[in-house]
């Protein structure tokens, strides 16, 4: 009953603190006490400690990807890759399937790279600071355009036979990597084909009559910017300035590791910030700090960012994440939930089971990682034909559904979108819900 408690006051802290737009950091720190607290009752304070040590261990390699792309988003700045980008996609875009667009980009990105981290930092910047462009910076454009570049990261982050996650799910479940992707093939195709046509329509009602470019008068004949002219007048836009894109492409292809590939983009796009920009040694450090800021007024809502301190609100949820999520490992703190899912289970079948733990579970750790090992600890005995597919297509995609998961606010950090966006996100929900939908027809899923 404490446990149940606990959880409720945690929930209810987060959920005051999306309605009174407080720092989610607030309210999970109150949770972190809430829980340290419990562990402490139960374990002692030195038991409690080395649980919230061990949690934070757990997620140290994302701790240094975070570091790694606020190197790589002002890195890409600064060396013009992202202007140059930008400049040439624009010409061959229309901004009724501008959406859509942003969609299949950034699954076909995420889904080359197996990243979800990087592609938001690369083409999910780029399609948005394009959106930007084409004066799609309305709320409701942005979340539109925040939801489809979401769930294209998370559609790669899910599938892509190069993704952590997707080998930490055929790691824990003991199965074959790739006869998992031909499992979730099965479970991917109608629900991209159903997120395709909704971003196809929302495209279509897009009223582009702004934005930093249209006030400048510099739009074509299509309606959409001819960015390129502005952005000449602090960059070269030289092909050149492709090459980090490039390495990230190649190196990823070749199975890199993520922490290598983004440390080599960025030192490539450091070289060539000094050598074709003429950035200065001293500028440079400052944008890899505090992020890249142009001096031309026009182009500053599309190219400023980046940089490590834009990183330190992600990197502190994350640390908090990985102690509550120790602690929850460490103590019977879930074991009132996990009898709850058994029963569940029982009168439903183990999809539907495994769907609603991975969504409690997202919302209180917060963390990819943890989800995906929590789901399974408390669903693996709940008797399942095919465990990995019902974890890939429940907790690896589910919490990029919750706001204040790290899943979901590095995303929509890097790419300027609202907490609206998640429900743009069609694809993430939709794989869920069709396969329950399937389930109530008629086939059992399980």
């Given at each position: 009953m404490v446990e149940l408690i606990i959880l409720a006051v945690f929930c209810v802290a987060l959920f005051a603190s999306l309605l009174t737009g407080a720092p989610l950091l607030y309210s999970l720190a109150f949770g972190l006490v809430l829980f340290a607290g419990y562990g402490v009752r139960c374990c002692g304070l030195r038991e409690t400690l080395k649980m919230c040590w061990n949690g934070v261990k757990t997620a140290r390699g994302i701790l240094l990807l975070f570091v790694l792309l606020g190197l790589l988003t002002s890195m890409w700045r600064a060396a013009g890759t992202i202007p140059t980008v930008v400049s040439f996609a624009v010409e061959l875009i229309r901004p009724e399937i501008f959406v859509l667009l942003t969609f299949?980009?950034?699954?076909?990105?995420s889904l080359l790279t197996g990243t979800a981290l990087g592609t938001?930092?690369?083409?999910?910047?780029?399609?948005?600071?394009?959106?930007?462009?084409?004066?799609?910076?309305?709320?409701?454009?942005?979340?539109?355009?925040?939801?489809?570049?979401?769930?294209?990261?998370?559609?790669?982050?899910?599938?892509?036979?190069?993704?952590?996650?997707?080998?930490?799910?055929?790691?824990?479940?003991?199965?074959?990597?790739?006869?998992?992707?031909?499992?979730?093939?099965?479970?991917?195709?109608?629900p991209f084909l159903m997120s395709s046509v909704v971003y196809f329509?929302?495209?279509?009602?897009?009223?582009?009559?702004?934005?930093?470019?249209?006030?400048?008068?510099?739009?074509?004949?299509?309606?959409?910017?001819?960015?390129?002219?502005?952005f000449a007048k602090d960059f070269s836009l030289s092909l050149w300035s492709l090459m980090p894109a490039a390495v990230i492409v190649v190196l990823s292809v070749a199975r890199v590791r993520t922490s290598l590939v983004l440390l080599w983009s960025s030192a490539s796009a450091f070289v060539l910030a000094l050598v074709i920009e003429n950035q200065t040694f001293i500028d440079l450090l400052k944008s890899i700090i505090f992020g890249y800021k142009t001096t031309v007024p026009e182009i500053a809502k599309m190219v400023n960012g980046g940089g490590l301190l834009s990183m330190v609100n992600v990197f502190l949820i994350v640390v908090i994440a990985g102690c509550c999520g120790g602690i929850f490992k460490g103590t019977s703190l879930l074991q009132p939930v996990k009898s709850r899912i058994e029963k569940m289970s029982q009168n439903t079948n183990p999809f539907v089971a495994t769907l609603a733990c991975a969504s409690l579970v997202s919302c209180v750790v917060c963390n990819q990682t943890l989800t995906i090992i929590l789901?399974?600890?408390?669903?693996?005995?709940?008797?399942?034909?095919?465990?990995?597919?019902?974890?890939?297509?429940?907790?690896?995609?589910?919490?990029?559904?919750?706001?204040?998961?790290?899943?979901?606010?590095?995303?929509?950090?890097?790419?300027?979108?609202?907490?609206?966006?998640?429900?743009?996100?069609?694809?993430?929900?939709?794989?869920?819900?069709?396969?329950?939908?399937?389930?109530?027809?008629?086939?059992?899923?399980?």
């Open positions: 299949v980009l950034n699954s076909a990105m938001a930092a690369t083409m999910g910047v780029i399609c948005a600071t394009i959106g930007r462009s084409m004066g799609m910076d309305g709320v409701s454009d942005s979340a539109w355009i925040g939801g489809a570049v979401l769930a294209g990261v998370y559609f790669g982050n899910r599938i892509s036979p190069i993704s952590s996650m997707a080998l930490l799910t055929a790691g824990i479940t003991k199965t074959d990597i790739y006869q998992n992707i031909r499992d979730m093939v099965r479970t991917t195709w109608l329509t929302a495209g279509m009602n897009v009223d582009v009559t702004a934005g930093v470019a249209g006030a400048s008068g510099v739009v074509g004949a299509s309606g959409v910017p001819n960015v390129a002219e502005l789901t399974n600890q408390m669903t693996e005995n709940l008797g399942a034909k095919n465990q990995a597919l019902n974890l890939y297509d429940t907790a690896v995609t589910v919490i990029a559904l919750v706001p204040w998961s790290v899943a979901t606010v590095i995303v929509l950090n890097a790419v300027q979108a609202p907490n609206s966006a998640v429900l743009c996100a069609c694809f993430l929900y939709l794989v869920p819900v069709c396969r329950v939908m399937i389930g109530l027809c008629g086939k059992k899923a399980v």
